[in-house]
């Protein structure tokens, strides 16, 4: 029924689309709005479906532990000998001052930069800038996920809604966030709460995006039977294309989160006062070099926390998604 | 507008219903002056060739979409949307993948503000009758697919409609679990005394399970004929081969397979046939079935 169009309908979606059961595959819409494109890979799992598995796993914890390290192992030790070459090749580089078009002269060693970071942990200056560095992520990313998931739901389920909203969404969308910092210092009456603006923009779009996809992407046959079970207008919203939505929600919000931090350390950067951003380019302007990496690696430790958080987060408020995905 | 009578209700009474559609920027008929009815308790098929219009006579009647004529009532009320005094089961399995079985038994009753307790033991006993309270605490996931089937009927008999909707809700299914499906279901209709229209494109499963079968004819969709099925209940697997039985099946297959004749001839002269004479395309087809 290719072009088919109904004239009597009282229903918002899509006719069913016959025969097919299947709900249709989740893909993760990025967006690249990071300065230099560093936007961080989606890492929430989307649907994954077992096949007519009727029973769940049965065998006990201890056992699964056990075979979860045999399997793991191997892996585990590949990944030291990756970071134990990493970080070997960083320290011949510069013991040696290596220089060969890249210049390691005034690169600090991984021992030198250890013992700065033990030293800096002892002071309590540095905690500050991390906590610093925090809230304005969890500020940020916390408006950026009710708008972004209340519009995108909106933006998806209402027709109207998404031709009035989309447009204007769709032209501010490839500005990337490090774009908007002079207008923002200008639009804001603190430098702080223009920082968490632009960590705002960072996570806005992606986590919209995916939401609206989501939203599209679901079985329409969920809505209809919803609506036969007696849901209201706003019982479907919350507890149905929300739910529904999850899947991919979730795949903006990690998506969102790379692309905050991306966008929170530029801004820190740029206008900060402040923050491990602050820290990383100051270190740089004291010649402290040691603790310009030190900077990296905090930063890119907290990177990593956060979108674990995230993808824990995920499957605490999905348990249909993961509680059966691996089968012994 | 007739009051219903106090003891028996979930009548559905479908009159002179049309519907067009527009496909390709042009109008047509998809359903043109049905009139059927579904009594009290009553089991009643549709059968008829794909695309003749069954899903859409059954989408009025669930509240998804309006008659352009006609008129169509359940209990003598016209029908304004979809709602849970029709419970509707469809084809496609439809179960809310985030909730667990017991969840989504529990759905119909949530939205109607019933407290969680009664909410949960009206669901157990529910799922008891129909064989899945050990299944309870499972994902629709990790079910086959005659189980996800059966929830999905579990589901929308908890709010107790009156009246039962089903659109092929056994196609996807294969041989073996849709005998044993058609039992359950004749088993749980007798139990709850419901009114069930149900849509099949299975001749026997229509004979099987109903009172009463209407045959549509193919493009615009019309009752061809109403079919009574005078069968004794309960009725049991043997049956299938007794005389009466066959006797019904041949006579709705040749009422089908003309329509269906006309169904694939009339697609073969749009689909580029257009200088043979008709005759021609219909022999064809008859070969080949
Ligand atoms: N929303 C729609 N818009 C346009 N045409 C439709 C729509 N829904 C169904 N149709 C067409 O109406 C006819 C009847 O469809 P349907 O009721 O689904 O048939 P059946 O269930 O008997 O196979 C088909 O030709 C189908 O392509
Ligand atoms: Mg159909």
Same mark, same amino acid.
């Given at each position: 029924?290719?072009?088919?169009?109904?004239?009597?309908?009282?229903?918002?979606?899509?006719?069913?689309?016959?025969?097919?059961?299947?709900?249709?595959?989740?893909?993760?819409?990025?967006?690249?709005?990071?300065?230099?494109?560093?936007?961080?890979?989606p890492?929430?799992?989307?649907?994954?479906?077992?096949?007519?598995?009727?029973?769940?796993?049965?065998?006990?914890?201890?056992a699964?532990?056990?075979?979860a390290?045999?399997r793991?192992?191997?892996?585990?030790l590949?990944?030291?000998?990756s970071?134990?070459?990493?970080?070997?090749?960083?320290?011949?580089?510069?013991?040696?001052?290596?220089?060969?078009?890249?210049?390691?002269?005034?690169v600090?060693g991984p021992?030198?930069?250890?013992?700065?970071?033990?030293?800096?942990?002892?002071?309590?200056?540095?905690?500050?800038?991390?906590?610093?560095?925090?809230?304005?992520?969890?500020?940020?990313?916390?408006?950026?996920?009710?708008?972004?998931v209340?519009?995108?739901?909106?933006?998806?389920?209402?027709?109207a809604?998404?031709?009035?909203?989309?447009?204007?969404?769709?032209?501010?969308?490839?500005?990337?966030? =490090?774009?908007?910092?002079p207008?923002?210092?200008?639009?804001?009456?603190?430098?702080?709460?223009?920082?968490?603006?632009?960590?705002?923009?960072?996570?806005?779009?992606?986590?919209?995006?995916?939401?609206?996809?989501?939203?599209?992407?679901?079985?329409?046959?969920?809505?209809?039977?919803?609506?036969?079970?007696?849901?209201?207008?706003?019982?479907?919203m919350?507890?149905?294309?929300?739910?529904?939505?999850?899947?991919?929600?979730?795949?903006?919000?990690?998506?969102?989160?790379?692309?905050?931090?991306?966008?929170?350390?530029?801004?820190?950067?740029?206008?900060?006062?402040?923050?491990?951003?602050?820290?990383?380019?100051?270190?740089?302007?004291? =010649?402290?070099?040691?603790? =310009?990496?030190?900077?990296?690696?905090?930063?890119?430790?907290?990177?990593?926390?956060?979108?674990?958080?995230?993808?824990?987060?995920?499957?605490?408020?999905?348990?249909w998604?993961?509680?059966?995905?691996?089968?012994? | 507008m007739?009051?219903?009578?106090?003891?028996?209700?979930?009548?559905?009474?479908?009159?002179?219903?049309?519907?067009?559609?527009?496909?390709?920027?042009?109008?047509?008929?998809?359903?043109?002056?049905?009139?059927?009815?579904?009594?009290?308790?009553?089991?009643?098929?549709?059968?008829?060739?794909?695309g003749?219009?069954?899903?859409?006579?059954?989408?009025?009647?669930?509240?998804?979409? !309006?008659?352009?004529?006609?008129?169509?009532?359940?209990?003598?009320?016209?029908?304004?949307?979809?709602?849970?005094? !029709?419970?509707?089961?469809f084809?496609?399995?439809?179960?809310?993948?985030?909730?667990?079985?017991?969840?989504?038994?529990?759905?119909?009753?949530?939205?109607?503000?019933?407290?969680?307790?009664?909410?949960?033991?009206?669901?157990?006993?529910?799922?008891?009758?129909?064989?899945?309270?050990?299944?309870?605490?499972?994902?629709?996931?990790?079910?086959?697919?005659?189980?996800?089937?059966?929830?999905?009927?579990?589901?929308a008999?908890?709010?107790?409609?009156?009246?039962?909707?089903?659109?092929?809700?056994?196609?996807?299914?294969?041989?073996?679990? !849709?005998?044993?499906?058609?039992?359950?279901?004749?088993?749980?209709?007798?139990?709850l005394?419901?009114?069930?229209?149900?849509?099949?494109?299975?001749i026997?499963?229509?004979?099987f399970?109903s009172?009463?079968?209407?045959?549509?004819?193919?493009?615009?969709?019309?009752?061809?004929?109403?079919?009574?099925?005078?069968?004794?209940?309960? !009725?049991?697997?043997?049956? %299938?081969?007794?005389?009466?039985?066959?006797s %019904?099946?041949?006579?709705l297959?040749?009422?089908?397979?003309?329509?269906?004749?006309?169904?694939?001839?009339?697609? %073969?002269?749009?689909?580029?046939?257009?200088?043979?004479?008709?005759?021609?395309?219909?022999?064809?087809?008859?070969?080949?079935?």
């Amino acid at each position: 029924m290719a072009n088919a169009m109904r004239i009597a309908a009282l229903d918002e979606t899509a006719p069913p689309s016959g025969e097919v059961d299947t709900p249709p595959a989740a893909a993760p819409v990025a967006t690249t709005l990071a300065a230099g494109g560093a936007t961080h890979a989606p890492v929430v799992p989307v649907m994954p479906r077992p096949s007519g598995m009727t029973q769940p796993a049965g065998a006990t914890t201890a056992a699964r532990w056990g075979a979860a390290l045999r399997r793991g192992l191997p892996g585990l030790l590949l990944g030291a000998l990756s970071i134990g070459l990493l970080i070997g090749f960083w320290h011949l580089a510069t013991t040696h001052r290596w220089v060969f078009y890249i210049r390691f002269t005034n690169v600090p060693g991984p021992v030198e930069v250890f013992t700065e970071a033990v030293h800096l942990f002892g002071d309590r200056g540095f905690g500050s800038h991390i906590l610093l560095s925090l809230r304005r992520i969890l500020l940020g990313f916390a408006v950026a996920t009710v708008l972004g998931v209340t519009l995108g739901l909106v933006i998806g389920r209402y027709k109207a809604m998404r031709s009035l909203l989309f447009p204007a969404m769709e032209v501010l969308r490839p500005i990337p966030a =490090i774009a908007w910092v002079p207008i923002s210092i200008m639009l804001w009456p603190t430098t702080e709460t223009s920082i968490v603006f632009i960590t705002f923009i960072g996570a806005f779009f992606p986590i919209l995006l995916n939401t609206v996809h989501g939203v599209q992407s679901m079985d329409a046959v969920l809505v209809r039977a919803a609506r036969c079970l007696g849901a209201s207008e706003f019982a479907l919203m919350t507890q149905v294309v929300l739910r529904g939505a999850m899947p991919h929600i979730f795949t903006g919000l990690a998506v969102g989160m790379g692309v905050a931090w991306v966008s929170l350390i530029a801004a820190e950067m740029i206008s900060g006062q402040y923050g491990v951003g602050y820290f990383t380019w100051e270190a740089y302007s004291l =010649i402290e070099y040691a603790n =310009i990496v030190v900077g990296m690696v905090v930063i890119g430790v907290l990177g990593l926390a956060c979108s674990g958080a995230i993808r824990l987060l995920g499957r605490v408020l999905m348990p249909w998604q993961s509680g059966h995905g691996k089968e012994n | 507008m007739t009051t219903p009578p106090a003891t028996a209700a979930g009548h559905i009474d479908i009159r002179d219903v049309s519907v067009r559609f527009v496909q390709n920027g042009r109008p047509f008929d998809a359903v043109s002056s049905v009139s059927l009815d579904v009594k009290p308790g009553e089991f009643v098929s549709i059968v008829g060739p794909s695309g003749c219009g069954k899903s859409t006579l059954l989408n009025i009647v669930a509240g998804f979409l !309006r008659a352009d004529a006609g008129r169509v009532t359940v209990d003598g009320q016209g029908i304004s949307g979809p709602g849970a005094d !029709r419970g509707v089961v469809f084809q496609q399995y439809s179960l809310f993948p985030w909730l667990t079985v017991r969840q989504n038994v529990e759905f119909g009753l949530k939205m109607k503000g019933v407290g969680r307790m009664l909410r949960e033991a009206r669901a157990r006993t529910l799922l008891g009758l129909a064989g899945l309270l050990s299944f309870e605490n499972h994902y629709p996931d990790q079910l086959s697919g005659g189980m996800k089937q059966r929830v999905g009927i579990v589901r929308a008999l908890a709010t107790s409609p009156q009246v039962m909707l089903m659109d092929e809700p056994f196609g996807a299914l294969d041989a073996q679990t !849709r005998v044993v499906m058609q039992e359950i279901l004749t088993n749980m209709w007798q139990q709850l005394k419901l009114s069930v229209l149900f849509i099949t494109h299975d001749i026997e499963e229509a004979i099987f399970l109903s009172d009463k079968v209407y045959v549509m004819t193919a493009r615009p969709g019309r009752i061809k004929a109403e079919i009574p099925i005078p069968l004794p209940r309960p !009725r049991t697997p043997d049956m %299938l081969s007794s005389p009466a039985f066959l006797s %019904l099946h041949r006579q709705l297959r040749a009422l089908i397979r003309e329509e269906s004749l006309a169904a694939m001839g009339g697609e %073969l002269k749009e689909g580029g046939l257009a200088g043979h004479d008709w005759h021609m395309g219909e022999q064809s087809v008859g070969a080949v079935l």
